[in-house]
């Protein structure tokens, strides 16, 4: 007779998800509470808000206030609901609140399903909450924790759909039973637990193509995740059914594998619905012409997909101190599993479940090395729960004081969230993103107070900023004349431009470490700048003698700034020349 597993002990047990659910929430709005009255953020202030305000206003999900694009409808149609409680961003960040608990939620629930112990789960679960990425993106209405939560909840189901591997191994059918009743939570029916390893639920697997389908409306991209496990399964049946193979499968087992990959094709329908009532209503398939170019045909360039594929591997595998627990599970890997009470070893994630996890994170990153104009780690978001699991089971599974391993995760984390790195990175992953938004509070309240009715020069989002009163900057729209960005380029030109314009609005629009330890030299900047729309920005002072003005406000935070200044027009601007500008940057 087979040998049990030890006793589950009341500690042992995972609470009921509608337990945890309520504390990842309370969780999740609490370690955001000084962050929930804050205004929109970049991509929020210049597409997502803009977006659902439309809908909001017009019930109309192609937007009329912004530049349309292919992005599907639910995010917006999901804040126009919770506006009907008020229009504010601490209703629209709260409501993102309560997306980032359905996600926490699913990354418990995967973890229980994966590796079976609530310590793992649940240790899982909090190193995804404060991962500085995570963080960051919980109170943001972007469309990638939409997806994200989504997408996890498929990756529940495709794992619920069979009993997991490690159940198997010393249960006979009536252990299976009181097992899985205690560990899965009825996600598996009990009357299904004599057909062998690998059969799968329908029911389960239907509900991973409707998460999935969810995820696809959140956002297009979504949908590299089920193609990457229906084209897995349907490899393996292939595989398997192959012959002369000296490991082919039953015909039960094909089945299972086609039906499976079959199924998780299905959520391409819905979006293949809305690429074509967008095309109806627009005229364009994939988005705008600019658009289509910037996202996909732009970024085709074989030496663009490398450097990129090598940026997507550091941001899943070392950005903001991910290098630790990576390293520590490396570590732990050379070392012997360990044994429970009774004897038998400590359960891993088995390899057909740690094959899918890998699958999927392959997909993503080689998906998002090709595609996406902005190498931006929210799109990776999904993907982060599944390492940080990988690590902490491993971390379970070969080291006796494995929670020591646990803390020092949490606290490189921590540390992360509010210590930038030496390396360029976007303000939006961990909290620099708060800083570049109260400093854009400060500066155009500077403007309002001191310069009222004043046409004022600058670059996106301050522009949307200072012409949209819904971003919640100001009470009614102001003057702008608009540059790209605070290069040299772009202030030479509009110092030679015949606009009228009397105050600037300065700020950086790209993160300049003091000092760079992790520079590549010339060329790599090149390369940025080819393929990535690096540039520099001018400093203030360098901007106000360009142009002839001066500066009346600045402020920095976090290696980030911006300054108000004042020019007296018309000027002679234009005719300063580049060595002028050299000799009066301050950095």
Same mark, same amino acid.
């Given at each position: 007779?087979?040998?049990?597993?030890?006793?589950?002990?009341?500690?042992?047990?995972?609470?009921?998800?509608?337990?945890?659910?309520?504390?990842?929430?309370?969780?999740?709005?609490?370690?955001?509470?000084?962050?929930?009255?804050?205004?929109?953020?970049?991509?929020?202030?210049?597409?997502?808000?803009?977006?659902?305000?439309?809908?909001?206003?017009?019930?109309?999900?192609?937007?009329?206030?912004?530049?349309?694009?292919?992005?599907?409808?639910?995010?917006?149609?999901?804040?126009?609901?919770?506006?009907?409680?008020?229009?504010?961003?601490?209703?629209?960040?709260?409501?993102?609140?309560?997306?980032?608990?359905?996600?926490?939620?699913?990354?418990?629930?995967?973890?229980?399903?994966?590796?079976?112990?609530?310590?793992?789960?649940?240790?899982?679960?909090?190193?995804?909450?404060?991962?500085?990425?995570?963080?960051?993106?919980?109170?943001?209405?972007?469309?990638?924790?939409?997806?994200?939560?989504?997408?996890?909840?498929?990756?529940? #189901?495709?794992?619920?759909?069979?009993?997991?591997?490690?159940?198997?191994?010393?249960?006979?059918?009536?252990?299976?039973?009181?097992?899985?009743?205690?560990?899965?939570?009825?996600?598996?029916?009990?009357?299904?637990?004599?057909?062998?390893?690998?059969?799968?639920?329908?029911?389960? &697997?239907?509900?991973?193509?409707?998460?999935?389908?969810?995820?696809?409306?959140?956002?297009?991209?979504?949908?590299?995740?089920?193609?990457?496990?229906?084209?897995?399964?349907?490899?393996?049946?292939?595989?398997?059914?192959?012959?002369?193979?000296?490991?082919?499968?039953?015909?039960?087992?094909?089945?299972?594998?086609? $039906?499976?990959? &079959?199924?998780?094709?299905?959520?391409?329908?819905?979006?293949?619905?809305?690429?074509?009532?967008?095309?109806?209503?627009?005229?364009?398939?994939?988005?705008?012409? =600019?658009?289509?170019?910037?996202?996909?045909?732009?970024?085709?360039?074989?030496? $663009?997909?490398?450097?990129?594929?090598?940026?997507?591997?550091?941001?899943?595998?070392?950005?903001?101190?991910?290098?630790?627990?990576?390293?520590?599970?490396?570590?732990?890997?050379?070392? &012997?599993?360990? $044994? =429970?009470?009774?004897?038998?070893?400590?359960?891993?994630?088995?390899?057909?479940?740690?094959?899918?996890?890998?699958?999927?994170?392959?997909?993503?990153?080689?998906?998002?090395?090709?595609?996406?104009?902005?190498?931006?780690?929210?799109?990776?978001?999904?993907?982060?729960?599944?390492?940080?699991?990988?690590?902490?089971?491993?971390?379970?599974?070969?080291?006796?004081?494995?929670?020591?391993?646990?803390?020092?995760?949490?606290?490189?984390?921590?540390?992360?969230? #509010?210590?930038?790195?030496?390396?360029?990175?976007?303000?939006?992953?961990? &909290?620099?993103?708060?800083?570049?938004? $109260?400093?854009?509070?400060?500066?155009?309240?500077?403007?309002?107070?001191?310069?009222?009715?004043?046409?004022?020069?600058? *670059?996106?989002?301050?522009?949307?900023?200072?012409?949209?009163?819904?971003?919640?900057?100001?009470?009614?729209?102001?003057?702008?004349?608009?540059?790209?960005?605070?290069?040299?380029?772009?202030?030479?030109? *509009?110092?030679?431009?015949?606009?009228?314009?009397?105050?600037?609005?300065? #700020?950086?629009?790209?993160?300049?470490?003091?000092?760079?330890?992790?520079?590549?030299?010339?060329?790599?900047?090149?390369?940025?700048?080819?393929?990535?729309?690096?540039?520099?920005?001018?400093?203030?002072?360098?901007?106000?003698?360009?142009?002839?003005?001066?500066?009346?406000?600045?402020?920095?935070?976090?290696?980030?700034?911006?300054?108000?200044?004042?020019?007296?027009?018309?000027?002679?601007?234009?005719?300063?020349?580049? =060595?002028?500008?050299?000799?009066?940057?301050?950095?």
């Amino acid at each position: 007779m087979a040998v049990l597993p030890r006793q589950p002990t009341p500690l042992d047990r995972p609470l009921p998800l509608r337990f945890i659910f309520p504390l990842l929430f309370v969780g999740v709005y609490l370690a955001h509470l000084t962050l929930l009255r804050l205004p929109y953020y970049w991509d929020e202030a210049g597409y997502y808000i803009p977006a659902a305000y439309d809908f909001f206003r017009t019930g109309d999900v192609i937007p009329s206030t912004t530049l349309a694009n292919p992005h599907p409808p639910l995010p917006s149609l999901y804040l126009a609901l919770w506006w009907k409680s008020g229009f504010t961003p601490a209703v629209t960040r709260t409501a993102m609140c309560l997306i980032t608990a359905i996600a926490l939620l699913a990354v418990y629930r995967l973890a229980i399903l994966l590796n079976g112990r609530p310590w793992v789960a649940a240790t899982t679960t909090v190193l995804t909450a404060i991962y500085p990425v995570w963080f960051a993106q919980s109170t943001l209405a972007h469309a990638d924790m939409f997806a994200a939560a989504a997408t996890l909840w498929g990756l529940v #189901f495709v794992f619920a759909a069979q009993p997991p591997d490690f159940l198997y191994a010393a249960l006979d059918t009536t252990a299976r039973a009181a097992f899985i009743k205690e560990s899965r939570m009825k996600f598996v029916n009990a009357t299904k637990l004599d057909r062998i390893s690998g059969e799968r639920s329908p029911r389960m &697997l239907w509900a991973a193509a409707a998460c999935f389908g969810v995820a696809t409306w959140c956002k297009e991209t979504a949908i590299v995740t089920p193609l990457a496990i229906a084209l897995w399964e349907l490899c393996l049946c292939w595989r398997r059914s192959r012959p002369g193979k000296p490991d082919a499968q039953p015909d039960l087992s094909r089945r299972v594998h086609l $039906r499976t990959g &079959l199924v998780l094709l299905t959520p391409i329908i819905p979006l293949l619905a809305w690429f074509a009532y967008y095309r109806r209503r627009t005229g364009y398939l994939l988005g705008n012409p =600019e658009f289509l170019r910037y996202n996909a045909t732009s970024t085709l360039s074989p030496l $663009r997909i490398l450097l990129a594929l090598a940026h997507r591997i550091l941001q899943l595998t070392a950005h903001m101190n991910m290098f630790v627990p990576v390293l520590c599970m490396l570590g732990a890997m050379l070392l &012997l599993p360990l $044994r =429970e009470g009774d004897g038998t070893q400590r359960p891993r994630i088995s390899p057909p479940d740690q094959a899918i996890l890998y699958v999927v994170m392959v997909a993503n990153i080689l998906f998002f090395s090709v595609m996406g104009g902005a190498l931006l780690t929210r799109y990776l978001l999904p993907l982060y729960p599944l390492i940080l699991l990988l690590c902490v089971s491993t971390f379970y599974r070969r080291v006796p004081y494995w929670w020591g391993l646990g803390l020092l995760t949490a606290a490189a984390f921590l540390i992360g969230l #509010f210590v930038n790195p030496p390396y360029k990175f976007a303000p939006e992953d961990n &909290l620099n993103y708060a800083d570049v938004v $109260r400093l854009h509070q400060q500066a155009i309240r500077q403007i309002v107070t001191h310069f009222p009715g004043s046409t004022i020069l600058t *670059a996106w989002p301050a522009t949307d900023e200072l012409t949209k009163p819904e971003l919640g900057y100001v009470k009614k729209p102001l003057a702008v004349v608009t540059v790209a960005n605070f290069s040299l380029d772009e202030i030479q030109k *509009a110092a030679a431009s015949p606009q009228d314009f009397s105050v600037g609005f300065a #700020f950086s629009t790209k993160y300049d470490p003091p000092r760079l330890m992790l520079d590549l030299g010339a060329r790599n900047e090149a390369l940025d700048t080819r393929f990535f729309d690096f540039h520099r920005d001018l400093a203030p002072s360098a901007i106000a003698h360009l142009l002839g003005g001066r500066i009346v406000w600045r402020d920095d935070r976090q290696g980030e700034w911006a300054a108000v200044l004042h020019f007296n027009r018309p000027q002679v601007a234009g005719l300063h020349t580049t =060595e002028d500008v050299v000799t009066s940057r301050e950095r």
